[in-house]
């Protein structure tokens, strides 16, 4: 064999061999960058991993230190309407970048997440729940949550966790697909001895008002007049004021003048802080609650 044609099949023959090294190594590579990169399949996301994520994220110091004042402003003490709720200091922003990484969990899982005892811990399953219930167009599915919802309402037990769920799944889903159930259903939740199924039935008229409705929340407010707690007063006096602001000030003046005068003073306070100096005035005189202790 020439020398020449020698030495080409053997630079052919390494250039073969060379090739095959790096097509072997680059995939011995890729495999191995497979594995480090490997995401857990939404079916594999459980509560209990989501649960330790946030307890873990809470042992520190700057997180411990917040508790007690966290424990006051909840009102978690002995007595108190929050009595024995545990929070464990995770800021609202910080709760819901957690959820979003959790928010395929099964029912099943946010179940065990909202018996938890840690406050936090149930705000994250109720806006994986949220963040299902808008992202999921499917009527049937919808309804699935929000009988989901509703089973587990005794779990939704502190102000914060009614307001940022109750409208959002309850209120869009009577709204939008059950229209002809909604007054008897917020009337029943409005009638319930449960403080937070009460202030359920008042937030979640938030949805109406966002529509330009005015019933739901009238109907709601006046059967809720005289409740006896705070927090449904400030609730009912918040739709109110939303009332006014987005639907009709008029359809908020008419039922102050009618109910002004018998309204808890912190509804009513609520009630008509967007209305001008004189009209407050007017409505302050009118009440009957207008007193030095208020």
């Known amino acids: ?12 023959a390494k250039a073969k061999t060379t090739a ?4 072997t190594a680059k995939a011995k590579t890729t495999a191995k960058a497979s594995v480090k990169v490997k995401k857990v399949a939404p079916r594999d996301l459980k509560a209990v991993d989501l649960i330790a994520l946030m307890e873990k994220k809470a042992s520190s110091k700057f997180y411990r230190d917040k508790r007690p004042v966290l424990a006051r402003f909840f009102k978690t003490r002995k007595g108190e309407y929050a009595e024995g709720d545990v929070l464990i200091g995770l800021e609202v922003p910080l709760v819901r970048s957690f959820a979003k ?4 969990l099964k ?61 959002k799944i309850l209120g869009d ?26 202030r359920i039935a008042m937030v ?3 949805a109406f008002i966002k529509a330009g409705r005015k019933e739901e929340v009238l109907l709601i407010a006046k059967k809720l007049l005289k409740d006896g707690e705070d927090l449904i007063h400030k609730a009912s006096g918040w739709m109110l004021r939303e009332l006014g602001k987005r639907v009709d000030e ?41 007193n030095k202790n208020n």
């Open 101 to 104: 990484k959790y928010k395929t």
């Open 20 to 23: 095959k090294a790096k097509t």
């Open 204 to 206: 979640s008229t938030f």
């Open 250 to 290: 008029a359809e908020l003046e008419k039922f102050l003048k009618i109910n002004g005068k018998d309204m808890p003073r912190v509804a009513l306070r609520y009630a008509i802080e967007k209305l001008d100096k004189v009209k407050k005035m007017y409505y302050y005189n009118l009440n009957k609650n207008n």
């Open 107 to 167: 029912l099943s899982e946010i179940k065990k997440l909202l018996a938890h005892k840690v406050h936090e811990i149930r705000l994250a399953g109720l806006l994986i729940l949220v963040a299902q219930y808008e992202e999921n167009k499917d009527r049937e599915a919808r309804r699935k949550i929000v009988g989901f919802y509703l089973q587990n309402s005794a779990r939704v037990n502190n102000w914060d966790l009614v307001d940022l769920s109750a409208y």
């Open 173 to 198: 889903f009577l709204l939008n697909e059950a229209p002809q159930k909604s007054q008897a259903l917020l009337k029943k939740l409005a009638s319930s001895k449960n403080l937070w199924k009460r």
């Open 1 to 12: 064999m020439p020398q020449k044609i020698k030495a080409k099949a053997k630079t052919t």
